[in-house]
């Protein structure tokens, strides 16, 4: 009796009704039907982005919440970040079941590139904390996608901090290419810094090292406030300045709240032709309403009240259909020129020596919210002949600063901690790669 139901949460577990979204040219495909996929997304943060907590560790949270996703009729939400030490699996079945992908932001304010220091920050410890944060989704057919940071690059001065997300990304996808996992897409969100946004993003998509180009690209837009339009939003000359960047382009954070009460009037030209070439949908920030005002419902402990932004949101997305056809995608664009005339070294920097185990080995266990490695660069620690358990206590060793941080998400290390120590049973620590195999070796027993 015990057995057959442990049978059957294992079937539950490893049953994926979505299929894989893959990138063909500047495009989502759907990998079964082939069909063009626009992202219909929020962006999920409840907690708001000064308190970290990981709302897809917590089948409570994301229960309460996925039937809300289910009725604005979004196949797509976007986390900042998560605990790669706590068991992920229902929440990810949930969502699956209910057509809804996942791109995650594979960084905390703990574990992420600095913008005081991204050298530094750029090293051993913080590729180890990743790389287990992808251990822990990589199994998942409906993960679209990660992010290998989030407007690290705020303001023109840090443009140097570039080279180290582009490193980021790099190893990233060598990483997921050396664990045989899936292709899944690695890309960057980017902030709206006007002065550097064309610049960047060619410098993310361009040079000869096809890994250390992103797979897609992320742009957090709040251009368009209130009754606007295609032209006077200034999306027009987006569309025409992207027009030409050989991987998807999609908005990683939409919707201006200067004007009040949103009407949502973008969603009709971001799921139109006068689009669907360039961009591939978005995500609207953000499903909760915190300090900052973007929510589209209130939450209060287990109950969840629609706001009039959702009811907008929801009618504007209901009355807006994808284009028709393949919207007009392309396959023939090729990787961007490298900028000229930055005044700094813009060539990507080597993966730290020390890390070159993680790819042979595995990353092992992650820290969690407890994961503190901007400052881990002294190249003290050597992965090559440890334990996994080792490795995670090396990744708390040193304790950094969280002024500079790049995630969205600005350190509240008290709830981190709180967080992180919630329970992690058994079940926890096993991937659904290696329930997999407990669940042959069940059949075995039983057939
Ligand atoms: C993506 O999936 C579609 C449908 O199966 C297929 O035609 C296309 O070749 C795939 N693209 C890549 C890059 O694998
Ligand atoms: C942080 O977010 C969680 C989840 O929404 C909430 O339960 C908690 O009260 C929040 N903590 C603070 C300090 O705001
Ligand atoms: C970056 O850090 C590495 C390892 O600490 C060091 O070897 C390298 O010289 C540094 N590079 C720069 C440009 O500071
Ligand atoms: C990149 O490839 C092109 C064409 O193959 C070649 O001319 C160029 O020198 C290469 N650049 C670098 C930096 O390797
Ligand atoms: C709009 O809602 C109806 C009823 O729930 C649904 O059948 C339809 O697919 C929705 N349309 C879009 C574009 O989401």
Redesign the pocket.
């Given at each position: 009796m015990r057995l057959s139901l442990f049978w059957l949460s294992l079937a539950g577990a490893v049953s994926a009704a979505l299929p894989s979204i893959n990138v063909t040219g500047n495009a989502f495909l759907n990998s079964e039907t082939g069909e063009r996929f626009y992202i219909r997304g929020v962006d999920y943060q409840p907690g708001g982005s000064s308190n970290l907590t990981d709302p897809l560790g917590d089948v409570e949270s994301c229960s309460r919440d996925i039937p809300y996703f289910q009725e604005l009729?979004l196949n797509t939400i976007r986390v900042y970040s998560v605990d790669n030490t706590l068991d992920h699996s229902e929440c990810m079945q949930k969502l699956d079941d209910a057509g809804i992908y996942l791109i995650l932001d594979v960084t905390t304010p703990g574990a992420s590139i600095s913008r005081s220091n991204p050298n530094c920050s750029y090293n051993a410890d913080f590729l180890q904390s990743i790389f287990a944060t992808v251990d822990a989704f990589a199994d998942y057919d409906n993960v679209l996608g990660f992010f290998a940071g989030n407007e690290v690059v705020n303001d023109e001065s840090v443009l140097d901090t570039a080279p180290y997300i582009k490193a980021t990304v790099r190893d990233l996808k060598k990483y997921i290419k050396a664990r045989n996992y899936r292709s899944i897409p690695v890309g960057y969100s980017a902030a709206d810094v006007s002065s550097v946004r064309l610049d960047l993003a060619h410098y993310l998509n361009c040079g000869n090292d096809s890994t250390a180009r992103v797979d897609m690209l992320g742009v957090n837009d709040y251009s368009w406030c209130g009754h606007s339009s295609f032209t006077q939003s200034g999306y027009s000359q987006k569309v025409k300045s992207y027009t030409g960047y050989s991987a998807p382009i999609f908005l990683s954070e939409y919707g201006c709240n200067t004007q009040g009460t949103r009407e949502f009037s973008e969603v009709a030209s971001i799921y139109s032709t006068q689009m669907s070439s360039v961009f591939s949908g978005g995500l609207v920030y953000e499903y909760s309403q915190e300090a900052d005002n973007y929510g589209l419902v209130e939450i209060n402990g287990d109950s969840v009240t629609t706001l009039d932004d959702f009811n907008n949101l929801k009618d504007m997305?209901?009355?807006?259909?994808d284009p028709t056809g393949d919207g007009g995608y392309v396959t023939t664009n090729t990787a961007s020129s490298c900028p000229t005339g930055w005044d700094f070294d813009i060539n990507v920097p080597d993966t730290p020596s020390d890390a070159s185990s993680l790819f042979e080995k595995g990353a092992g266990e992650g820290s969690g919210f407890d994961a503190e490695t901007q400052e881990s660069c002294d190249g003290s620690f050597d992965y090559s002949d440890v334990s996994s358990s080792e490795v995670v206590s090396s990744s708390t060793k040193t304790s950094a600063s969280s002024t500079k941080t790049s995630a969205t998400t600005s350190s509240s290390t008290s709830s981190a901690s709180q967080t992180s120590s919630s329970s992690k049973g058994e079940a926890a620590q096993l991937s659904v790669g290696s329930l997999s195999s407990v669940l042959v070796l069940v059949s075995v027993l039983f057939l």
């Amino acid at each position: 009796m015990r057995l057959s139901l442990f049978w059957l949460s294992l079937a539950g577990a490893v049953s994926a009704a979505l299929p894989s979204i893959n990138v063909t040219g500047n495009a989502f495909l759907n990998s079964e039907t082939g069909e063009r996929f626009y992202i219909r997304g929020v962006d999920y943060q409840p907690g708001g982005s000064s308190n970290l907590t990981d709302p897809l560790g917590d089948v409570e949270s994301c229960s309460r919440d996925i039937p809300y996703f289910q009725e604005l009729g979004l196949n797509t939400i976007r986390v900042y970040s998560v605990d790669n030490t706590l068991d992920h699996s229902e929440c990810m079945q949930k969502l699956d079941d209910a057509g809804i992908y996942l791109i995650l932001d594979v960084t905390t304010p703990g574990a992420s590139i600095s913008r005081s220091n991204p050298n530094c920050s750029y090293n051993a410890d913080f590729l180890q904390s990743i790389f287990a944060t992808v251990d822990a989704f990589a199994d998942y057919d409906n993960v679209l996608g990660f992010f290998a940071g989030n407007e690290v690059v705020n303001d023109e001065s840090v443009l140097d901090t570039a080279p180290y997300i582009k490193a980021t990304v790099r190893d990233l996808k060598k990483y997921i290419k050396a664990r045989n996992y899936r292709s899944i897409p690695v890309g960057y969100s980017a902030a709206d810094v006007s002065s550097v946004r064309l610049d960047l993003a060619h410098y993310l998509n361009c040079g000869n090292d096809s890994t250390a180009r992103v797979d897609m690209l992320g742009v957090n837009d709040y251009s368009w406030c209130g009754h606007s339009s295609f032209t006077q939003s200034g999306y027009s000359q987006k569309v025409k300045s992207y027009t030409g960047y050989s991987a998807p382009i999609f908005l990683s954070e939409y919707g201006c709240n200067t004007q009040g009460t949103r009407e949502f009037s973008e969603v009709a030209s971001i799921y139109s032709t006068q689009m669907s070439s360039v961009f591939s949908g978005g995500l609207v920030y953000e499903y909760s309403q915190e300090a900052d005002n973007y929510g589209l419902v209130e939450i209060n402990g287990d109950s969840v009240t629609t706001l009039d932004d959702f009811n907008n949101l929801k009618d504007m997305l209901n009355s807006t259909t994808d284009p028709t056809g393949d919207g007009g995608y392309v396959t023939t664009n090729t990787a961007s020129s490298c900028p000229t005339g930055w005044d700094f070294d813009i060539n990507v920097p080597d993966t730290p020596s020390d890390a070159s185990s993680l790819f042979e080995k595995g990353a092992g266990e992650g820290s969690g919210f407890d994961a503190e490695t901007q400052e881990s660069c002294d190249g003290s620690f050597d992965y090559s002949d440890v334990s996994s358990s080792e490795v995670v206590s090396s990744s708390t060793k040193t304790s950094a600063s969280s002024t500079k941080t790049s995630a969205t998400t600005s350190s509240s290390t008290s709830s981190a901690s709180q967080t992180s120590s919630s329970s992690k049973g058994e079940a926890a620590q096993l991937s659904v790669g290696s329930l997999s195999s407990v669940l042959v070796l069940v059949s075995v027993l039983f057939l």
